[in-house]
């Protein structure tokens, strides 16, 4: 087993797990954005395909004895979108997904050399995309702080998860739960089961079905009127007298 890493530098290094660097690929990019393994490939010779910073998505058979750095041929580039992809998802057939700053996330076919069939456009740049095959759901992560869920079959969009106030940069899927990280500090959580999906896409279209949250008390208790004001003027005259007391002490 060996790690692999890609960077800013635009080099490919695959590493023992002690740390020990067995070779360094140069595609000749600018940047590496995503390394993805081939989940159709071998497991005794894995195909790794890598997205770069200037468009292209290049692809290279893993052979059994890894150190040998010539037996490692990097292919000829895909090129399907116009400028950086950020990221690489496979989906259960073996169609994989990209998202792009040319403002789209695509499907490449593998059937047809990953050339793509479907392309989901977007306001702004695409940082990421996660597949939910189990309801045929792509779902986006965009610049413009929105995340998309989208229909695979149709291409049609489904739903808008929205709640962040700046770039979302990543999603994470586990079961039926939706997380994502954005650099507004926050990582928040979507429910996608079909249920909740359902009821959240009801309220989309009908704001008015949006349950709201009761307001908050005072936290006084079930006192009158006329008991809770005479109980907030004696709160703060006790604030004047401690202030006025803290000032006399500091002189």
């Given at each position: 087993?060996?790690?692999?890493?890609?960077?800013?530098?635009?080099?490919?290094?695959?590493?023992?797990?002690?740390?020990?660097?067995?070779?360094?690929?140069?595609?000749?990019?600018?940047?590496?954005?995503?390394?993805?393994?081939?989940?159709?490939?071998?497991?005794?010779?894995?195909?790794?395909?890598?997205?770069?910073?200037?468009?292209?998505?290049?692809?290279?058979?893993?052979?059994?004895?890894?150190?040998?750095?010539?037996?490692?041929?990097?292919?000829?580039?895909?090129?399907?979108?116009?400028?950086?992809?950020?990221?690489?998802?496979?989906?259960?057939?073996?169609?994989?997904?990209?998202?792009?700053?040319?403002?789209?996330?695509?499907?490449?076919?593998?059937?047809?050399?990953?050339?793509?069939?479907?392309?989901?456009?977007h306001p702004d740049f695409v940082?990421?995309?996660?597949?939910?095959?189990?309801?045929?759901?792509?779902?986006?992560?965009?610049?413009?702080?929105?995340?998309?869920?989208?229909?695979?079959?149709?291409?049609?969009?489904?739903?808008?998860?929205?709640?962040?106030?700046?770039?979302?940069?990543?999603?994470?899927?586990?079961?039926?739960?939706l997380l994502s990280v954005s650099?507004?500090?926050?990582?928040?959580?979507?429910?996608?089961?079909?249920?909740?999906?359902?009821?959240?896409?009801?309220?989309?279209?009908?704001?008015?079905?949006?349950?709201?949250?009761?307001?908050?008390?005072?936290?006084?208790?079930?006192?009158?009127?006329?008991?809770?004001?005479?109980?907030?003027?004696?709160?703060?005259?006790?604030?004047?007298?401690?202030?006025?007391?803290?000032?006399?002490?500091?002189?």
């Amino acid at each position: 087993m060996v790690l692999l890493s890609g960077g800013a530098d635009g080099d490919i290094n695959i590493w023992t797990f002690e740390g020990r660097r067995l070779v360094c690929l140069r595609p000749q990019s600018r940047g590496i954005e995503c390394i993805a393994l081939d989940p159709f490939s071998s497991p005794e010779t894995p195909r790794i395909f890598f997205s770069t910073s200037q468009r292209e998505i290049y692809h290279f058979v893993l052979p059994a004895s890894a150190a040998i750095s010539k037996d490692i041929k990097i292919s000829e580039p895909i090129i399907q979108h116009e400028t950086s992809v950020y990221k690489l998802e496979f989906d259960n057939d073996g169609d994989l997904w990209t998202a792009s700053a040319d403002k789209t996330a695509k499907r490449l076919l593998r059937e047809n050399n990953f050339t793509a069939d479907t392309t989901l456009a977007h306001p702004d740049f695409v940082r990421d995309i996660v597949i939910y095959g189990l309801s045929g759901l792509a779902i986006t992560a965009c610049r413009d702080e929105e995340i998309r869920l989208w229909n695979t079959a149709s291409s049609q969009l489904m739903h808008v998860f929205s709640g962040h106030f700046e770039e979302i940069t990543a999603l994470a899927l586990t079961g039926t739960t939706l997380l994502s990280v954005s650099i507004d500090a926050t990582l928040r959580k979507w429910s996608i089961a079909p249920s909740d999906l359902q009821k959240a896409t009801d309220e989309a279209k009908n704001p008015a079905l949006v349950e709201k949250e009761p307001e908050p008390k005072s936290g006084f208790g079930d006192l009158t009127e006329e008991e809770e004001a005479q109980l907030r003027a004696l709160m703060e005259d006790e604030e004047s007298e401690a202030l006025d007391k803290m000032a006399r002490d500091e002189q």
